[in-house]
């Protein structure tokens, strides 16, 4: 089955944009995708949109589509019905370049700033195994496709320009409680999540989960186990007796 739907794109720059409208054909079993790439063929070949896999995995193709945050491969066509206009605009966190298309290089700059694995200096190949369970515990993270619809819609950073700087996002905390998490890793994490990653910006509100397409748990298994570490780090009086000892060493 055809029919024609309405959309509304956002077009323009950095310095100016709105929305243009435009009727498209849409067949059976397609995706806003499909629909973008029509548009393209056929109305606005100029039109900047980012994408690659088309199946959900390389996290290119975010954008908001009726103010919410969707990989455009993964949003099905029949979610909406025939006679609703499909607005799709560019993630709202990160700066336009053009059209649909975002400037994210502020999540590179985050990922960066994470420290690496650590593992025991002196450990050799075949030195330790990993427990199932351990494995399974970060399992769950390592789904993450980089797409940033969780970075885009956390409050803390969406209307809030100025706390970029103090505030690393969902995903890169998520990041740093998985490495945290890992028997192996000697660093301690929590000080650096609270104070140099902005872990205590975060409110617990659930927003990143609910858009993550991977389906992780980023708030419940990630953001929430290292809130506990950092307030037993904090707060367990035998935690703060043991630091004291050890400084007057
Ligand atoms: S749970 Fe925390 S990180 Fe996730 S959207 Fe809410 S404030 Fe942001
Ligand atoms: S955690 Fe989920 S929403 Fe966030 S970047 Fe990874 S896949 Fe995307
Ligand atoms: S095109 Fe790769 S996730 Fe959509």
Redesign the pocket.
């Known amino acids: 089955m055809t029919y024609k739907a309405k959309f509304k794109v956002w077009r323009g720059d950095d310095k100016d944009g709105g929305l243009h409208d435009f009727t498209v054909e849409v067949n059976d079993g397609e995706v806003v995708l499909d629909v973008v790439h029509r548009l393209q063929a056929t109305q606005a070949p100029d039109l900047a949109v980012r994408w690659n896999c088309k199946a959900g995995k390389c996290g290119s193709c975010s954008a908001e589509i009726n103010g919410m945050p969707r990989l455009m491969c993964m949003t099905r066509m029949s979610v909406f019905t025939e006679d609703e206009t499909v607005t799709i605009t560019p993630l709202r966190t990160f700066p336009v370049i053009r059209d649909l298309v975002t400037d994210v290089s502020f999540n590179y700059e985050k990922a960066r700033q994470v420290p690496v694995f650590e593992p025991p200096a002196d450990l050799k190949p075949g030195d330790y195994r990993m427990s199932q369970v351990d494995v399974e515990r970060s399992q769950e993270f390592r789904k993450c496709i980089e797409c940033y619809l969780?970075q885009n819609?956390?409050?803390?950073v969406r209307d809030h320009e100025e706390n970029k700087k103090s505030f690393s996002?969902?995903r890169f905390?998520m990041r740093i409680a998985e490495l945290s998490m890992h028997p192996l890793d000697t660093r301690d994490r929590r000080k650096e999540a609270q104070e140099e990653h902005g872990l205590g910006?975060?409110?617990?509100?659930?927003?990143?989960?609910e858009v993550c397409p991977e389906h992780i748990k980023?708030?419940d298994n990630a953001?929430i186990p290292m809130k506990e570490r950092v307030a037993d780090r904090k707060y367990d009086p035998l935690v703060w007796l043991g630091s004291k000892i050890a400084r007057r060493k």
């Open positions: 969780c819609v956390c409050h803390v996002g969902p905390l910006f975060c409110n617990i509100t659930k927003c990143c989960t980023i708030t953001l």
